[in-house]
């Protein structure tokens, strides 16, 4: 950028050693021409200062966030690990607790053989029991008879 600033001083330089001035009307048009790249020229190197910090602003939000990324991932890793024996190949296969806790239905395989460990599914929670009760009581009470 630097280099552009050296090249329209070296042309308004010339515009000085060749006696070029505003009288013609060519030499008014080139002087005019030079200051506008003279402007333009000023405003590259504002513009290469702005980006220069935006780079050193986005540097530090990145090492922010690899300071929160650590964090969170170290979170997770401390999470209480569920162990269960695999069935089938006896391998011992961990997983977070936290995952019991979703209502998603989550089933969770032996990374050795592929078998299901854990399956939400076919555990019948006394909550869903209660709860289908509750809807049947309901149908009947619509439909007698049914
Ligand atoms: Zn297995």
Do not use: W
């Amino acid at each position: 950028m630097g280099n552009i600033k050296e090249r329209v001083a070296y042309l308004q330089g010339l515009t000085q050693g060749l006696n070029v001035n505003e009288r013609s009307a060519e030499g008014k048009l080139l002087i005019n021409i030079i200051d506008v790249l003279d402007d333009m020229a000023e405003e590259f190197n504002n513009i290469q200062m702005v980006q220069e910090d935006l780079e050193t602003y986005i540097e530090s939000m990145d090492d922010d966030l690899t300071d929160l990324e650590d964090e969170v991932y170290e979170d997770i890793d401390n999470q209480e690990l569920v162990e269960v024996q695999c069935p089938s190949c006896h391998e011992t296969v961990s997983f977070e607790s936290s995952l019991l806790e979703s209502d998603d239905d989550l089933e969770v395989s032996c990374p050795h053989c592929g078998d299901i460990v854990y399956d939400s599914t076919l555990e019948i929670e006394v909550s869903d029991m209660d709860n289908g009760q509750v809807n049947s009581d309901f149908r009947y009470g619509i439909h007698p008879g049914i």
